[in-house]
T-cell receptor
């Protein structure tokens, strides 16, 4: 069990550029979540997958955001045409449904849009 | 729908003193409650969870929490804090297959 892995850990980008974050969940975890956390706030739910199916998207996830989990393993979160308001930490988490409801989080990916 | 309220945004405590971090929740479904800790520039680490059974739950690092259904609370306690407990603490409720978090409480330990 190597934990939830996210990369890159830090990304600085210019406004208008596209960025992509990757998340590798714990092996055999069929659920994968993305959250966003801004300074001084708790994590806010963005979306989650059951295997490769995206089951729910928050209204926080604007059209510029897209998440995929093509083979039910790793996931990517892409932000197109970044805005300064996108600056935040993006957290990935995974969970094996039926295993006691514990959701395990990665270290997060910090995005700074300048 | 579910929500979590953490009334104290910051709690300063002297080293070796006891601490209680407050959490109140609302949920329209079965209640599963969690406390996570976040150290600077890191992700979230699970401290403890309540799923069912005994209302007093013990977690890592000497923390414990008590589920109180009538008061819809899940307060976190530690009898004696250490400098290494300095961190942000988040209470969360599981509902609709996902976690909903409070805004967090920053615990600062004063030497």
């Amino acid at each position: 069990d190597t934990g939830v892995s996210q990369n890159p850990r830090h990304k600085i980008t210019k406004r208008g550029q596209n960025v992509t974050f990757r998340c590798d969940p714990i092996s055999e975890h069929n659920r994968l979540y993305w959250y966003r956390q801004t300074l001084g706030q708790g994590p806010e739910f963005l979306t989650y997958f059951q295997n490769e199916a995206q089951l729910e998207k928050s209204r926080l996830l604007s059209d510029r955001f897209s998440a995929e989990r093509p083979k039910g393993s790793f996931s990517t979160l892409e932000i197109q045409r970044t805005e300064q308001g996108d600056s935040a930490m993006y957290l990935c988490a995974s969970h094996r449904r039926g295993s006691g409801n514990t959701i395990y989080f990665g270290e997060g990916s910090w995005l700074t849009v300048v | 729908a579910q929500s979590v309220t953490q009334l104290d945004s910051q709690v300063p405590v002297f080293e070796e003193a006891p601490v209680e971090l407050r959490c109140n929740y609302s949920s329209s479904v079965s209640v599963y409650l969690f406390w996570y800790v976040q150290y600077p520039n890191q992700g979230l680490q699970l401290l403890l969870k309540y799923l069912s059974g005994s209302t007093l739950v013990k977690g890592i690092n000497g923390f414990e929490a008590e589920f109180n259904k009538s008061q819809t609370s899940f307060h976190l306690r530690k009898p004696s804090v250490h400098i290494s407990d300095t961190a942000e603490y988040f209470c969360a409720v599981m509902g609709d297959e996902k976690l909903t978090f409070g805004t967090g409480t920053r615990l600062t330990i004063i030497p």
